[in-house]
T-cell receptor, first 110, second 115 residues
Framework: DGGITQSPKYLFRKEGQNVTLSCEQN?????MYWYRQDPGQGLRLIYY???????QKGDIAEGYSVSREKKESFPLTVTSAQKNPTAFYLC?????????FGPGTRLLVL | AQSVTQLDSHVSVSEGTPVLLRCNYS??????LFWYVQHPNKGLQLLLK??????LVKGINGFEAEFKKSETSFHLTKPSAHMSDAAEYFC?????????????FGAGTRLAVHP
């Protein structure tokens, strides 16, 4: 099946801990994105990558980091500097201007 | 700058009745517009998109939307609601920035469908 996978579905973070969310796609898309979704709000862009080994900050990049070593993979690390990490995180990839989304990871703080 | 306003945060309909979810946009040029649907704890699924072809766009699951430039609107409709349509719906406009297509999301409309 072609698509975007995210893991884990639920993730728990302790105070001061860095955690990494996985995003993999087999759609052969060049561009990939990370969004954060809070209750009652639309999606906000954290980081995006248009090509391997290149990525750019989105609107709310503080406290997050990414890498893009492979076309298929775009992991997101939520660092201890992110003081309010509880949210639903969505990964997407795009062909031209249409973005396709993964199933999401819900991050909770212990 | 591009922006999107979804005029209703919640819409409630009875099963079998029409659905109307309203969206207005602001754009300095001819935009690309999208509707996505999100079921609880799921990712977003593309319902339909407008990219300057026909102004009436048909999507999946019986949904359609009409682009009206004079009203800067892109309302989503369905003739007859089904229980499975209960979800959150997002109107989205594309904002090209130096070769990167940024998506601007509305705040969402939660659709409830009652038996």
């Amino acid at each position: 099946d072609g698509g975007i996978t995210q893991s884990p579905k639920y993730l728990f973070r302790k105070e001061g801990q860095n955690v990494t969310l996985s995003c993999e796609q087999n759609l052969n898309h060049d561009a990939m994105y990370w969004y954060r979704q809070d209750p009652g709000q639309g999606l906000r862009l954290i980081y995006y990558s248009q090509i391997v080994n290149d990525f750019q900050k989105g609107d709310i990049a503080e406290g997050y980091s990414v890498s893009r070593e492979k076309k298929e993979s775009f992991p997101l690390t939520v660092t201890s500097a992110q003081k309010n990490p509880t949210a639903f995180y969505l990964c997407a990839s795009s062909a031209q201007e249409t973005q396709y989304f993964g199933p999401g990871t819900r991050l909770l703080v212990l | 700058a591009q922006s999107v306003t979804q005029l209703d945060s919640h819409v409630s309909v009875s099963e079998g009745t029409p659905v109307l979810l309203r969206c207005n946009y602001s754009s300095s040029y001819s935009p690309s517009l999208f509707w996505y649907v999100q079921h609880p704890n799921k990712g977003l699924q593309l319902l339909l998109k407008y990219t300057s072809a026909a102004t009436l766009v048909k999507g999946i699951n019986g949904f359609e939307a009409e682009f009206k430039k004079s009203e800067t609107s892109f309302h989503l409709t369905k003739p007859s609601a089904h229980m499975s349509d209960a979800a959150e719906y997002f109107c989205v406009v594309s904002d090209p920035q130096g070769g990167y297509n940024k998506l601007i999301f509305g705040a969402g409309t939660r659709l409830a469908v009652h038996p």
